[in-house]
């Protein structure tokens, strides 16, 4: 009012006020002077309050009814021009509050009064101004003030409800107007009246079904708005009102707007009072009812004329008025008609039937547009009914309604309508409609233009812009004008219901959403499958009560979703199918999308599922099969329908001929894809959807990432994107089928597809940890769908999930720990995939997470989280179990990946990464075992200092296996190469690495103890540092068994050049190990495969390698690595003895030792036996050892040994080993005592084992076998030689305990040695030509040995000369072989002439060769000759016979003299007899009277004959100088007997002298050869023999210095020999000659018989010399007796003869005068 009171108001207020009067006394001068006259005093009135007072306005109210009665009397006039302008001024003053109550009494009686006369004004009258002015006026008074109540009021609004039923249209609208003011007003009267009685008593809530109060209890204004809302329903209902009397006519219509507006814009009015809100509930609410049965009773279609009881037909203006209303009540009283608003809506739902009219179904979904953009009021529906248990689900229900109503519009096409819209012409903006068939189409030809628009099974429905999102703006229900049903254009219902489906969802979506993050931020909420435990874990009070409110929230919350998620459900699904427009296809999507991720945050997880399935299929093309979808869908929509409250609502499957524009074209991802699908541009749409929502809300998806990331594979495959380094996806060709087809819009969108995927696995790094672990879940079960599929054929398999799971893995760095075990154990089962292609990614995928994980920058660091790094690298390890070669390649190349970038710091993982290069097996091919080696030599090259020393006996394991790799020789060489770089590691960092292990054994050792278990670890008890070493020792053990020969050379040698070099490191007690378990422990294992290994041929040595013979058999390799190993060993026992004797078991390891050596000796391989008998020199010191060890000896193997006898000292090697070098010095470290030096006795026990094993040796292996064929074994040669040279040196230290019986042993061995035959290919590398007289390498040796020992015993002790004859026999053995070489059990042997040298047969057996024995025979001989020259007198070689053995022995030889097998032999003989009986006989001269010799005479009497008078015939081609020189020979012989023999023969038994005699005189006598020729027969006699032994026997005929009987005998015996030998020859002579006649007889008997007769003079001169007395009287009878023979021969023809005879018959006169008894006797 500030306006009106200001001083320019109120000046101009006073003008009008004056002119107004002016005017009304001017219109009533002539016909009404009464008003003139008032209307004067009334200007004078106004003036003078004017003019005295100050408060104009003040004073005008006091005087009001002065002023105002001019005007009311003008009004009594009822002249329209001055009534007019009376209400004017009236309405000026009353606008200035200038009218009283008082006056107003008045006025209204007047008007009251003036009611009827008004009416006849209207009826009678066309001007219908006042009418007007009337109602300005009623209304001016009613809103400035509130002086009129009760009846005034009600007859004022009478009035203008009257004046709305008038003809005038203009009056009629603008008494509309007023009513509705003024109703608002008496409204708004009492609101103000509340107001102010607000502070006295605050206003209160009703319920709704309170009683009802009496009236009488409202104040003024209530009680007037009370009266007039009752009367409005009693109009509306077509009642008689209560209070506005006097009305006539009124239309429902209007009474119904007229609710409709108190109801909306005043609700407090009925929330706050009860007797109103009794008024809805009592008044309203069952009038609506009523009003609305017509429209339930219709159905469309139905024939009204055959019915008897015309049903009504609803009536558009009041149904849809109704509707308004119904949708005030149920926003604005909902609390308060619970129960009503039930059946108000249930009827809304009934409206949406296809059977209603189509106005009533389009009014009907604008009501429920209302209904849908106020999620809070759904929330209450869903509260008040779906969550009470009998009521109506009406929140599902009305979702439900919704859905089943576009279904409907799809299915049934809209009949009847079709011609109304079609008349209705361009209501709809399409334009003109033409069939729906192709109605999306408009234009032909040139460009296509899509029109938004649903289009499903033919049936083609525009999408109108209807409304602005979130707003529910109804074109139908506000068409308040309209009496007739519209027209509804094709597709408005859809748009509408389409629209409430969108805000509903955003609705229920936001409000959720909204009132979830306030919760979450007062307390967080749990996550899906959690949410029991959300109220347990709070403790304050305060906080429970929030629980519990968040419980009733959530509890409604979840209710809301599950009433509405069906409906919503199958409505988007279908209008996605449906859907022509990318922006509707977008918003549906943006729905199903929010549902899905509010079902997500709800934990409803079948909902969740269905919506994201929804999107899944749309993104896929039609009728595709998947079947994660499938079973998804089959299970939350069972059977594709859902019943709800009796009603069905069918899920109506997608339609397969969607007018979509097709944008790819690819391969479906199947086992057996059949043809392409096709990607439309709405598929690309849907997946974009789908991208997001996983991106967005990955962490509510759950379970649910299954079915998107199962979508999503089969598009990407579908796309044909392809998997790059590091998981992301690139488009790449499609491999097989049909290359895949796609547009450039699509080819555009790849990679920002790709992108985003990669994206939304970036962003799993957001998700807590239980989401990440259900995308990895999805994932690997993904992966296992597609390694199924891939399962039995090579066809490209899908590698989206593993991709993923790299990726995923990548980006979730930071808290690896969480899902590393299911992420590399998922991987590691793909790395076992038959499909290459899979298999290769899932390496790279564990690779690569492998190498990220490593690199990445952990919190804390890696280094000192050493959980997280042997995490990280277990799965490496475990892919070892995987035996494809791929992926083992892969795993290495890793490896040597980590080597190279975390080799220094990966510190407890190396076990593992070396565990890897050791799980690499022989069978799995050359790349990869070349891998893991390249590895291994990186980790020996660079990385040993960086590793903890632990690790290093692995590292020794690792190189070991890698040298039992058979695949690639070169790799297990290097191997051992790298062992050999190891050890010189462990040797140079010995004493860190000694100190680390301590360290770590204590450590052990202590968590061993604590546990109550011993530390168990291999060679226990040895120190740490040692047992690096026996593991080192033991895996260089283990190669030198390995199949491969050079492998096993080369770990030999290494092993034996270790323990050489680094020995000297270990602890004294350790080398008890070394010995044991390293050395004897390989032996034995040597030894086995030695004698085990095959003997078959092999051909060639793998490739073109040609295999020498000598290696050509797998016994032959297996010998080589025996004699290495040997070697090695002996060599350790000889150089290191100072260690190993002190160890207490040194003659057990001695024993041991010795019996290799023999089973080495006695093996059937020459090249093991003979090298056994160098190791065996070698560990008797015979051959002197390297004694430096500051030099790392490296192996000596087939060197031959060189054998040093003869020079060996004798005492010299008897001493105990004690050392001086440096090597005793270290000693030291060991222990504090002096090196021990060990007794003489354990010494000498040693070295008889020794013998022992000699002995065996030699026996065992010289004893010919009992049978013979061509495989036999004789042992060579150089074996036999060794052993005998071995002899010498052992029996140095052994000769003290040397008795007979070793004697014997020994005996036994060197004649079974001599005797070995050897084989005639060999034979010419061991034989002399035969001519040559030279002595084999063996012969010598075994001479030197005797001769070793028959020295020995010339120094030694008396006792020990009773050997001599044992020695002697041996020797005389031995001559006997010159005439009769032994025989080697019963083999064959040719003569080594006759052996055939040129001609060895490559497969015959080969023939034995004896050797030539004699230069042996004839040496030993010599030798026999010179020890007699020294020993003869010696009581044992008297005792025992030697004499008379050796000429036994000689008796052979010389009997057979020519035909022995050498003519030296013979010679030699006779030199040696005639030597050995000069030194001997004296010897048996000065014994005869002991009869020791006795046994010998007869012998040496039957030696001489067989030499003189052998039976063997010399060779024909013997020359005659020879002959002359053999016969010199025979003639010393004789000189011997006469020199040595006849002499003494009183000494000698007589028998033998007589012997001697008579073959003097066989020898004395010519004998002859028949076989020489004529011309050689006077040399070929033996004359010089002849003479010298006729000479002999003469000389003792005429011994004349007698001296003994016995001498006179032995004259005797020589002249009755030499008397009886003449005339035998005479005798014969005689015979001869006469026999002969003419012819001359043969030379030599000639020369003979000159000779006897030459002697027989000679005869008998001496006899005639000698004294008589010793001249026996038999003698004389001889020669006498020869006269009458030599008579006879007078008459022979040979002149020579003559002669002869002449001088032998001269001597003869002496006896013609004999004295008288010597005739006598001479004639008897």
């Known amino acids: 009012m500030s306006g009106t009171n200001s001083p320019e108001a109120v000046k101009k207020l006073l003008e009008n006020m004056q002119s107004d009067l002016r005017a009304l006394s001017l219109e009533c001068k002539k016909k009404f002077p009464p008003v003139k006259e008032a209307a004067e005093s009334g200007i004078i009135k106004v003036k003078t309050i004017a003019a005295r007072n100050t408060e104009i306005l003040a004073a005008l109210k006091e005087n009001s009814s002065e002023v105002v009665q001019p005007f009311l009397m003008g009004c009594g006039t009822k002249e329209p021009k001055i009534t007019q302008l009376c209400l004017a001024a009236i309405q000026r003053l009353m606008s200035h509050e200038v009218v009283s109550e008082v006056v107003w009494r008045f006025y209204l009686n007047c008007l009251t009064a003036a009611g009827n006369i008004i009416n006849m004004l209207w009826q009678l009258m066309e001007n219908s101004l ?104 009693q109009l509306v209902n077509a009642d008689a009102p209560y209070w506005l009397v006097g009305m006539t006519e009124m239309t429902r219509t209007f009474g119904l707007e007229l609710l409709e507006s108190v109801l909306n814009d005043f609700p407090q009015v009925f929330l706050q009072h009860q007797e109103f809100s009794f008024l809805l509930k009592e008044r309203v609410c069952p009038l609506v009812i009523k009003l609305f049965s017509p429209n339930i009773k219709f159905r469309q279609g139905s024939s009204t004329s055959s019915s008897p009881a015309p049903v009504e037909k609803p009536y558009f203006p009041i149904c849809m008025r109704l509707l308004r209303v119904v949708s005030v009540l149920i926003k604005q009283f909902y609390s308060l008609l619970v ?186 909420t749990v996550t899906e499958g959690a949410s029991s435990q959300s109220s347990g874990q709070r403790d304050v009070q305060s906080a429970s009560d929030q629980g519990e409110k968040e419980t009733v929230s959530r509890a409604v919350w ?31 999507l943006k729905a199903e999308l929010s549902m899905a991720a509010l079902c997500g945050r709800l934990g409803l997880v079948t909902s969740r599922d269905a919506f994201i399935t929804a999107v899944c299929k749309g993104s896929l093309p039609p009728h595709y099969a998947l079947t994660v979808l499938n079973a998804a869908t089959a299970a939350t929509l069972s059977n594709k329908s859902y019943s709800i409250q009796g009603q069905s609502v069918m899920m109506i499957s997608p339609s397969s001929e969607s007018h979509q524009q097709v944008v790819a074209v690819g391969q479906p991802l199947a086992v057996q894809p059949q043809g392409t699908v096709m990607l439309t541009s709405k598929n690309i749409q849907c997946m974009r959807t789908l991208l997001n929502l996983a991106h967005c809300h990955g962490a509510v998806l759950g379970t649910s990432w299954q079915l998107v990331l199962a979508t999503l594979q089969h598009l990407v495959w579908i796309l044909g994107l392809k998997p790059s380094s590091g998981g992301a996806l690139k488009p790449g060709r499609a491999v097989e089928g049909p290359s895949t087809v796609l547009t450039t819009a699509v080819m555009t969108d790849l990679p920002v597809i790709s992108n985003i995927l990669s994206r939304l696995f ?77 298999r290769e990614w899932g390496a790279e995928a564990l690779t690569s997470l492998i190498k990220a994980g490593l690199t990445f920058n952990h919190e804390p660091p890696l280094s000192q989280n050493q959980r997280l790094q042997l995490l990280l690298l277990n799965p490496l390890k475990e892919m070892s179990n995987v035996n494809h070669p791929d992926i083992r390649l ?210 060639s040595g793998g490739g073109n390698i040609l295999i020498h013979h000598s290696r050509d058999t797998a016994e032959k390799q297996w010998a080589e690595t025996w004699v290495l190993t040997l070697a090695g060993v002996a060599r350790i026992f000889n150089t290191r003895r100072y260690l190993l004797q002190p160890l207490g078991d040194f003659s057990r390891a001695w024993d041991v030792l010795l019996d290799h050596i023999q089973s080495a000796a006695l093996s059937k391989n020459n090249e093991v036996s003979l090298a056994a008998l160098k190791s065996f020199q070698e560990i008797l010191q015979i051959v002197s050892p390297v004694r430096d ?127 070995v035959p050897i084989s005639s290919d060999a034979s010419p590398f061991i034989l002399p030509s035969y001519t040559e007289a030279v002595l084999t390498s063996l012969q010598e040796a075994v001479l030197t040995a005797l001769d070793v020992l028959q020295k020995a015993i010339c120094v030694g002790p008396e006792n020990m000369q009773i050997m001599y004859p044992a020695i002697f026999d ?124 006795d046994s010998m005479w007869p012998e040496l009497a039957s030696t001489l004959e067989d030499f003189l008078f052998t039976k063997s015939v010399p060779p024909d081609n013997l020359s005659i100088q020879e002959f002359q020189r053999n016969e010199s020979i025979d003639v010393e012989v004789v000189q011997l007997i006469s020199a040595e023999i006849l002499p003494y023969a009183n000494l000698i038994p007589r028998a033998f002298v007589g012997q001697m005699m008579t073959m003097l005189n066989r020898g004395s006598i010519h004998s002859q050869s028949s076989s020489f ?96 007395e010793n001249v026996d009287g038999n003698t004389w009878e001889q020669v006498i007796a020869l006269y009458p023979t030599l008579v006879e021969c007078i008459t022979c023809s040979s002149s020579e003869v003559c002669s002869a005879l002449k001088e032998a018959l001269v001597p003869f006169k002496d006896f013609m005068q004999p004295p008288a008894s010597k005739v006598q006797n001479g004639e008897s």
């Open 130 to 233: 006042e009418e007007l002015k009337l109602l300005q006026t009623v209304l001016v008074l009613l809103t400035t003030n509130t002086v009129v109540h009760d009846e005034a009021l009600s007859k004022a609004i009478v009035l203008c409800f009257r004046l709305h039923f008038t003809k005038d249209n203009i009056t009629n609208n603008t008494a509309a107007a007023t009513v509705r003011q003024v109703v608002t007003v008496v409204f708004e009267r009492m609101v103000a009246e509340d107001e102010r009685h607000r502070d006295i008593e605050p206003p209160v809530l009703i319920q709704g079904n309170s009683n009802r109060r009496s009236v009488s209890t409202l104040r003024p204004c209530a009680k007037d708005a009370y009266m007039l809302f009752q009367d409005l329903c």
């Open 339 to 524: 129960t009503e608003c039930e059946i108000f809506l249930s009827l809304l739902v009934k409206f949406l039937d296809a059977d209603k009219p189509q106005w009533l179904r389009a009014v009907a979904v604008e009501s429920i547009h209302r209904l849908c953009v106020q999620p809070q009021l759904l929330r209450s529906f869903c509260q008040s009914y779906d969550m009470k248990q009998h009521s109506t689900k009406v929140f599902r229900d009305i979702v439900n309604a919704l859905g089943s109503f576009i279904q409907s519009l799809f299915l049934v096409p809209p009949t009847g309508n079709a011609a109304a819209a079609n008349q209705a012409g361009n209501n709809n903006a399409g334009g003109p409609v033409s069939a729906p068939a192709n109605s999306g189409m408009v234009g032909v030809g040139g460009g296509v233009t899509l029109l938004p628009a649903f289009e499903y099974r033919g049936t083609w429905i525009p999408i109108l812009t209807i409304t602005v999102q979130g707003s529910a703006k109804a074109t139908y229900l506000e068409m308040l004008d309209k009496v007739e049903p519209p027209t509804i254009p094709e597709g408005y219902a859809m748009s509408v219901a389409f629209h409430c489906l969108l805000d509903l969802v955003r609705g229920i979506t936001t409000m959720i959403e909204g009132e979830l993050g306030e919760s979450e931020t007062e307390c967080p």
């Open 558 to 588: 979840e209710e809301m979703v599950s009433a509405c998620w069906c409906g919503l459900l199958a409505a988007l699904s279908l209008l996605l199918d449906a859907s022509t427009d990318e922006a509707a296809t977008e918003n549906i």
């Open 762 to 838: 970036e962003s799993s790094q957001y998700l807590d940890d239980v989401s990440l672990h259900h995308l990895i879940n999805a994932l690997c079960s993904l992966s296992l769908e597609a390694m199924d599929m891939a399962y039995g054929n090579n066809k490209e398999p899908s590698l989206f999930a593993v991709a993923k799971l790299l990726e995923t893995g990548l980006v979730n760095m930071h808290r690896i720990e969480i899902l590393w075990r299911p992420l590399t154990g998922h991987l590691l089962e793909v790395c076992q995939h038959p499909n290459s292609r899979m």
């Open 890 to 1099: 892969k795993q290495l190349e890793c490896v040597l990946q980590i080597l190279q970038s975390q080799g220094d710091s990966l510190g407890p993982g190396w076990p593992l990464v070396l565990g890897v290069m050791g799980a690499i097996r022989n069978d799995q091919g050359e790349s990869l075992i070349r891998t893991a080696f390249q590895c291994l030599q990186l980790v020996v090259t660079d990385f040993l200092p960086t590793m903890p020393c632990s690790c290093l006996q692995i590292v020794v394991d690792v190189a070991g296996s890698f040298g039992l790799h058979n695949q690639e020789l070169n790799i297990s060489l290097t191997s051992i190469g790298l062992l050999w770089n190891i050890s010189d590691y462990f040797f140079q960092r010995g004493e860190t690495i000694e100190k680390e292990l301590n360290k770590e054994e204590a450590v052990q050792q202590k968590q061993a103890e604590e546990k109550g278990m011993s530390l168990n670890r291999p060679f226990h008890p040895a120190p740490p540092f040692d047992c690096l070493w026996l593991c080192l020792y033991a895996k260089l053990g283990e190669l030198c068994v390995d199949p491969r020969p050079a492998v096993r050379k080369s770990a030999g040698q290494t092993l034996f050049s270790t323990i050489g070099a680094h020995g000297t490191l270990l602890q004294h007690s350790t080398w008890h190990t070394v010995v044991w378990k390293v050395l004897f422990h390989l032996l034995d294992r040597v030894r086995e495969s030695s004698t085990t290994a095959d003997k078959e041929k092999i051909e």
């Open 1189 to 1315: 060890s500051e030099k790392p000896e490296t192996p000596v193997v087939n060197v031959p040994v060189p054998v040093l006898i003869g020079s060996i000292s004798g005492p010299g090697l008897n001493r105990p080993f004690v050392r001086t070098d440096s090597i005793g010095e270290k000693l030291g470290r060991y222990s504090s005592e002096p090196p021990v030096v060990t007794d003489e006795l354990e010494d000498l026990n040693l070295w008889w084992a020794a013998w022992n094993t000699w002995y065996r040796i030699g026996s065992e292996s010289t004893k010919p076998p009992a049978a013979f064929d061509k495989l036999t074994f004789i042992p060579s040669q150089p074996f036999l030689t060794a052993l005998i040279q071995i002899f010498p040196a052992l029996y140095q230290h052994i000769k003290a305990g040397f008795n007979m019986d070793d004697l014997q042993k020994l005996g036994v061995i060197l004649h079974s040695a001599v005797s």
């Open 1370 to 1493: 041996q020797l005389l053995a031995f001559v006997e072989f010159s005439c009769k070489p032994p025989q080697y059990g019963q083999l064959e042997t040719k003569h080594v002439a006759n052996a055939k040298y040129n001609q060895i047969q490559l497969f015959a057996p080969a023939e034995w060769v004896a050797l030539n024995y004699v230069p042996f025979a004839e040496r030993s001989l010599e030798v026999v000759v010179d020890l007699y020259q020294k020993t003869a007198c010696h009581k044992a070689v008297v005792n025992e016979k030697v004499l008379q053995n050796i000429i036994k022995t000689l008796r052979v030889p010389l009997s057979l003299k020519y035909s022995c097998p050498s003519e030296s032999t013979w010679k030699l003989a006779v030199a040696s007899l005639l030597k050995v009986l000069s030194i001997g006989l004296p010897v048996a001269r000065q014994h005869a009277s002991s009869g020791k010799f």
């Open 1573 to 1668: 020729t004529e011309a050689e027969i006077d040399i070929r006699l033996r004359e010089e023999f002849s003479k010298m032994c006729f000479e002999t026997l003469l000389q003792f005929s005429f011994s004349n210095k007698v001296t003994t009987p016995q001498e006179g005998y032995i004259s005797r015996m020589a002249l009755s020999v030499l008397l009886k030998r003449s005339q035998d020859v005479l005798h014969r002579y005689i015979e001869d000659e006469r026999l002969s006649g003419k012819c001359p007889l043969p030379r030599q008997q000639v020369t003979e018989i000159i000779f006897v007769l030459k002697a027989v003079s000679t005869l008998i001169d001496s006899l005639k010399k000698t004294q008589p």
